[in-house]
């Protein structure tokens, strides 16, 4: 059987400490996890999409995991295209598309959302506030989704809510340093809440 490989598009506007537990979570499902940072056709973005890809580097960097992997060429506004760049990278793997599930309602939308469907599993983190609805699930499942929902405990941490309220507690510590360099989201002023730990000296 072909290792599944699970797949996390991300806006990163910024990375949280909640895409740090899904990141590291999702480990705990499957063998290998990508991740990029994309343009989202329906949001508008705090920072350009080649400085939220630093940042989503920095964080997976700063896990020191080698089975997340930030993988920036995957990134496409559209999922159908990410899958198809998938696909030709990792030939021999199922292609799992992992979607919060404040997303999922907006899959038969997206373009050529069967055909989508028909190239991956589909994976459905809930989020607080977003359960996803039997409504919702009967329409992906009409549309040919093959879905699971992944019960992991991932901290309500928006990055939507985040951009309007300055909250340093929720900046992953490896992300902090392109933070202050470029003073995003209103962060610029703060002193990091989740420092860099010191290193140890050597004997």
């Known amino acids: 059987m072909n290792e599944p490989l699970a797949l996390l598009g991300t806006s990163a506007d ?3 400490l909640g895409h740090q537990a899904l990141l590291e ?3 705990q499902h499957y063998p290998r996890v990508i991740t990029w940072a994309s343009d989202n056709p329906g949001k508008r973005h ?4 080649a400085l939220r890809a630093r940042l989503l580097s920095a964080l997976v960097q700063g896990l020191a995991e080698p089975r997340i ?3 920036q060429e995957l990134s496409s506004p559209y999922a159908i295209t990410t899958l198809a760049r998938a696909a030709a990278r990792w030939p021999d793997a199922e292609l799992v598309f992992v979607v919060g599930s404040d997303l999922a309602p907006q899959i038969p939308q997206w373009r050529q959302a069967p055909e989508l469907l028909k190239r991956c599993q589909l994976a459905v983190v809930p989020r607080v506030g977003w359960p996803l609805s039997e409504t919702t699930a009967t329409t992906l499942r009409q549309l040919g989704a093959r879905f699971s929902v992944l019960p992991l405990p991932v901290p309500a941490s928006a990055s939507s809510a ?3 309220q300055p909250d340093p507690a929720q900046i992953p510590r490896a992300v902090w340093p392109l933070v202050r360099e470029h003073n995003l989201y209103g962060l ?4 990091p809440a989740n420092p860099m730990p010191s290193k140890p000296t050597r004997p």
């Open 14 to 16: 910024p990375p949280t």
């Open 25 to 27: 979570q999702l480990l």
């Open 46 to 49: 705090g920072a350009p999409l």
């Open 69 to 71: 992997e930030h993988v």
């Open 162 to 164: 985040l951009r309007q």
């Open 188 to 191: 610029g002023q703060y002193q």
